[in-house]
């Protein structure tokens, strides 16, 4: 029995974000996943940010993901309030998104943090689908299907390729 397909909660540390997880965006209208996108600054809106955690289960979401720059402490401060999977997405705001990444992948014992590339935003979204895909036999399909057309891109490219250098 297929219960009611779970949200995907993609948070951004600052509006300055949203450019580097539009990628996570088209990914996840792609495949049909309902989502919800907000700015919960783990800084300046920690408290919210927390509540957001810890609602986010009864709220109908089923992966949060996590964006942010510079210290990056979006991702743990969820993972704090939630037994939730929170998957990391650090970002390039300075140094190269060094800083975000090292912030994201070093979390505690017991609050584990899964986390995609630099600006790996795509990924992020692909990342929650297989998680949600795992209850979900529909959206594994869609799952399935869509990286079969990604395989089939590739043979097209190596066939055009290939040709133009007989």
Known sequence: MQTAQQRVALLLGSENDLSLVQPAIK?????EIPYSVRILSA??????????????????????????????????????????PVIGLPLSASLGGLDALLSTVQMPSGYPVATVAIDGAANAALLAAQILALSDSELLVR?????????????????RI?????
Do not use: P, W, Y
Not at 162 to 166: D, G, I, V
């Open 27 to 31: 990914a996840l209208a792609e495949l």
């Open 162 to 166: 290939a040709k133009s250098f007989m």
């Open 43 to 84: 800084h300046r809106l920690g408290d919210e940010a927390c509540q957001f955690a810890s609602d986010a289960r009864s709220e109908g979401f089923g992966v949060l993901i996590a964006a942010a720059g510079k210290a990056a402490h979006l991702a743990g401060t969820l993972a704090s309030r939630t037994l939730l």
């Open 143 to 159: 799952l399935d299907e869509r990286r079969k057309a990604g395989q089939e891109a590739v043979r097209e490219a190596d066939r």
